[in-house]
């Protein structure tokens, strides 16, 4: 669990997002795309779920990408190298389905764009034709270009202030995509707001459509409760339900609220711990 690599991989405009390289040999050997890890900073803190970007068998390690959120990330991205974290369980989750689906379209919003590469990556190995479309608010907080540039056949980069790619949303090429030629596979991962819009526009061309749900987190096991979700009706829990659902099932606004819950509590502990 120790941290052997850490990389500031962007820094502005108040976002800063980091790469942790972190030794954990027993989850890297079993890792697949799609899943996660619940990893804790210290042994007084919270659990928090993020997803496995890449593995390295050889060397024992896993790679995690966190954007400073709230409390816990910013004591993470702040793990000096060669520093131990307090523990961490994996692999979490059900993996993406990988298979030979034909045409697929990966979309990666903000920092979801580092959960869409190990995806990208095992669909192209698959025999995919694999489109990318990854979205920031601008260039300085596009992370991953290269890494999916080589991992897919075509990638499209957005910006909403159109500083580098096209300017738009991740829906906009999306949209223009499906009206071009059909496609078998869309996998969405990003904002709650982004993701509900792939939703909906993906809905109107039958295309099956997951998103990967970052729903609050404990426990990683089903006992909590805390991360249910409603898909199709049901209650779902994403730790051992997900992460992965058909985005046109998924009950956008119940999400959206309970991932909000905590939002206040959140800016007061930061306030008063200042890292």
Aim: charged share 25%; net charge positive.
């Amino acid at each position: 669990m120790k941290v052997l690599n850490k990389e500031v991989l962007t820094e502005n405009q108040g976002v800063r997002v980091v790469k942790l390289i972190i030794l954990a040999p027993d989850i890297a050997r079993k890792a697949k795309a799609g899943q996660f890890v619940v990893l804790m900073v210290k042994e007084e803190g919270e659990r928090i779920p993020l997803t496995i970007v890449n593995t390295d068998i050889v060397k024992g390690t896993i790679t995690i990408i966190a954007q400073e959120a709230g409390f816990t990330t910013k004591l993470l991205a702040r793990a000096a190298e060669g520093e131990s974290l307090y523990s961490i369980v994996g692999p979490l989750g059900h993996p993406t389905e990988i298979k030979k689906y034909g045409k697929v379209i990966l979309v990666g919003g903000g920092v979801g764009i580092a959960e869409i590469y190990p995806v990208a990556k095992a669909m192209k190995q698959a025999g995919n034709f694999v489109t990318a479309i990854i979205g920031s608010r601008s260039k300085e907080l596009l992370i991953l270009e290269r890494e999916l540039k080589e991992a897919c056949d075509e990638l499209i980069v957005m910006t909403d202030d159109g500083s580098y790619g096209r300017k738009g949303f991740v829906t906009e090429a999306l949209k223009e995509l499906l009206e071009k030629s059909k496609q078998d596979l869309v996998y969405a991962v990003g904002p709650i707001p982004m993701m509900k819009a792939v939703s909906m526009v993906t809905k109107p061309f039958g295309v099956h459509t997951l998103v990967s749900l970052n729903a609050l987190m404990v426990d990683g096991t089903g006992m909590c409760g805390c991360c249910r979700v409603s898909v199709g009706g049901k209650v779902k829990f994403s730790c051992v339900d997900g992460p992965e659902f058909e985005a046109s099932e998924v009950d956008w606004q119940e999400l959206q609220k309970r991932n909000s819950v905590y939002n206040e509590k959140e800016k007061h502990i930061c306030q008063l711990k200042k890292l």
